[in-house]
Nanobody, 121 residues
Framework: QVQLVESGGGLVQPGGSLRLSCAASGFTFSNDVMSWYRQALGKERELVAAIGNPGGNTNYADSVRGRFTISRDNAKNTVYLQMNSLEPEDTAVYYC??????????????WGQGTQVTVSS
């Protein structure tokens, strides 16, 4: 059974930092794209950052580029999102997403349950 479990969310003051983790189980990192999405209250879910495997190519939303960094530890089947210089506009539920690729095509898509990030003074 595939599971994605996010952790690391919480309350932080503007300008602060948080690191989110997404631990994957039930599959092994091999040929996939792992990403972080977020959904603020009353808004649509949006892509924050993504990282491919193999290769480690990354992609960021314009609103977070230069402040957030996505990384992965394939040995631990874990993806991270380091968030610096947080702003109130970053407040949202953050979701981890796994897209598994088999023979060049998307074979499965999984979502985590989400972790709340609140940026407020």
């Amino acid at each position: 059974q595939v599971q994605l479990v996010e952790s690391g969310g919480g309350l932080v003051q503007p300008g602060g930092s948080l690191r989110l983790s997404c631990a994957a189980s039930g599959f092994t990192f091999s040929n996939d794209v792992m990403s972080w999405y977020r959904q603020a209250l009353g808004k649509e879910r949006e892509l924050v950052a993504a990282i491919g495997n193999p290769g480690g190519n990354t992609n960021y939303a314009d609103s977070v580029r230069g402040r957030f960094t996505i990384s992965r530890d394939n040995a631990k089947n874990t993806v991270y999102l380091q968030m610096n210089s947080l702003e109130p506009e970053d407040t949202a539920v953050y979701y981890c997403k796994a897209v598994l690729i088999t023979r060049g095509r998307v074979s499965d898509v999984y979502w985590g349950q989400g972790t709340q990030v609140t940026v407020s003074s």
